[in-house]
């Protein structure tokens, strides 16, 4: 699976962020053809962005375009923009399995011959949207991730957005749970104050704590705390060793239950252990033979 801890948007009219936004180390950049940009500037933007994926490199940043939502200008931007390669497109305000069979056909439609398969991420910023998380998680195998987006989604609730959150807890458990149920990743609403580090690392170790396993990100600034947010520490990969470690020494005495300090280690805690592990390899904290 790729490593998505930050996904980094930035506006399609901004020619000076799209030259730039590769060299933030995000995981992924999402070049925005949607909200950031004034309906009149649409069709501009749209070629600026074709022209950033052909000749901006982002490096290993995952390039992800947000395309307008299906009944505005979305045909026209995947017409231009799926056969300019980018990895994956995240759309608006999907609400339902319709929704991503249509864009996942339109896609299909527009792919050139030999072209990796391009990802969807389905952003869920309705009330509705909410509602059909599960289903619209498991509608496509493009699917590759969910995304919630809070400001949308509380305004369409009528509901006071506060910076502790808890008008949206239980939209992000349920966008957590039904993207683990099809097994696929969830990516956390952005923290729109880009200058309240200590805000952000706070919404971010709550976002983690859930299952989020990345959020979006609006500036540049936030990328090295909200990774260093989901980077697994060192203390978290020595306990996931010797949680292994131990799992295995009772494996081998036949047993499924082991103990580490006194605490239980079984197949759950194991599972979460190997999970650590993982993603401290893709990290490269740690080499392939520790784990
Ligand atoms: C937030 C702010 C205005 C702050 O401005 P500031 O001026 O304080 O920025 P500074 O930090 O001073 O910039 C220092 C240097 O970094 C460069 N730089 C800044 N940001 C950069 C960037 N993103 N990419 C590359 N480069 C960047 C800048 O160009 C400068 O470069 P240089 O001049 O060379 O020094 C600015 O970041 C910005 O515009 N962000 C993108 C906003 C955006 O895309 N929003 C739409 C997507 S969210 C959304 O839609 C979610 C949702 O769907 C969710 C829902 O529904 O809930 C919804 O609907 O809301
Ligand atoms: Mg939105």
Known sequence: MELRRTMLFMPGNNPGMLQNGGIFGADAVILDLEDAVAPGEKDAARLLVAHALGNVDYGPSEKVIRINPLETFALEDIKMIVPCRPDALLVPKVESVQDIQKVAALIAASETPGQKPVGIV?????????????????????????????????????????????????????????AAAAG????????????????????????????????????????????????????????????????????????????LDGKMVDAPIANRAERILHLARLLGMIEEAKG
């Open 184 to 259: 696929i990743q969830a990516i956390d609403t952005p923290y729109t104050d880009a200058s309240d580090r200590a805000g952000l690392i706070q919404d971010t170790e709550f976002a983690k704590q859930l299952g989020f396993k990345g959020k979006l990100a609006i500036n540049p600034r936030q990328i090295d705390d909200i990774h260093s947010v989901f980077n697994p520490t060192e203390q978290e990969i020595a306990w996931a060793e010797r949680v292994i470690k131990a799992i295995r020494r009772a494996e081998a005495e036949g047993s499924g239950v082991a103990s």
């Open 122 to 178: 389905a952003l869920l910023e309705t009330p509705r949207g909410i509602a059909e998380a599960y289903p619209i998680a498991q509608a496509d195998k493009r699917v590759v991730a969910l995304a919630l987006g809070a400001e949308d989604y509380t305004a369409g609730l009528g509901a006071k957005r506060t910076k502790e959150g808890s008008e949206i807890f239980t939209a992000r458990t349920i966008v957590v749970n039904s």
